[in-house]
């Protein structure tokens, strides 16, 4: 009796560790070639166990051990859809485009599970309650993506760019230099999001301006902010 009772308790704690997130795959573009190379060379299956791969990796980028530390998501789902652009997130739904799935040239597995894990990212961060720089939010995004190692090769080198938030590519690699100063810098500065915004953040998490951080990090690689 005494052994069922841990074993029950051990059950029990390991089930309100996983809370497990619900996640749905629904392929609206079955009829175009895009829905059809989707379901065939990537699959339901494939793309759930994608999304909670996403999900694990960017608590643990996150630095978010506890469910208090993270946004409470029951329910995420993934459509397919015959849209133009690549992909899409809104409400926990992230729409994936089926005509992108259909022109892609390389590595398609590769390529869609960075853009899952770039709209998962979205699902999960702190936007500032709105008041981040989008440049920003889609920077972390793809800094998720480049440390998950779906970075594609198109991306600009460490280096390049114009502005620290001209997002995406420009701006996770900014984040990666910023990162490298002090490791956990993008998960202190996502947990600052989540009631608020301010560039003051930089200096409060790094000691130096946004803008100093952007010219130190451009005369590393030889280039002149
Ligand atoms: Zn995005």
Not at 68 to 88: C, H, P, Q, T, W
Not at 146 to 156: F, T
Not at 204 to 220: E, F, N, R
């Amino acid at each position: 009796m005494k052994m069922h009772f841990i074993g029950l308790l051990i059950f029990l704690t390991a089930m309100q560790g996983t809370k497990a997130v619900d996640y749905t795959v629904t392929n609206k573009a079955l009829s175009t070639p895009g829905g059809v190379r989707f379901r065939d060379q990537i699959g339901e299956a494939s793309a759930r166990q994608t999304l909670d791969s996403a999900t694990q990796f960017i608590w643990r980028i996150f630095q978010q051990n506890t469910a208090a530390d993270r946004k409470n998501v029951e329910k995420v789902s993934l459509f397919i859809d015959d849209m133009d652009g690549v992909a899409y997130t809104s409400n926990n739904e992230i729409h994936l485009s089926a005509r992108y799935v259909n022109s892609y040239g390389g590595d398609l597995k590769r390529e869609i599970s960075g853009v899952l894990y770039h709209e998962m990212v979205h699902v999960r961060q702190w936007n500032g309650n709105g008041g981040a720089p989008g440049g920003l939010i889609e920077g972390i995004a793809d800094y998720v993506r480049l440390k998950a190692d779906y970075a594609p090769s198109h991306w600009v080198k460490p280096g390049q760019g114009n502005k620290w938030d001209h997002g995406y590519d420009v701006t996770a690699r900014f984040l990666d230099y910023c990162n490298s100063l002090k490791n956990g810098f993008v998960a202190e500065l996502n947990k600052k999001m989540r009631t608020g915004y301010s560039d003051q953040f930089f200096v409060q998490i790094l000691g130096k301006s946004v803008d100093q951080l952007w010219t130190d990090y451009k005369a590393k690689y030889g280039n002149i902010a």
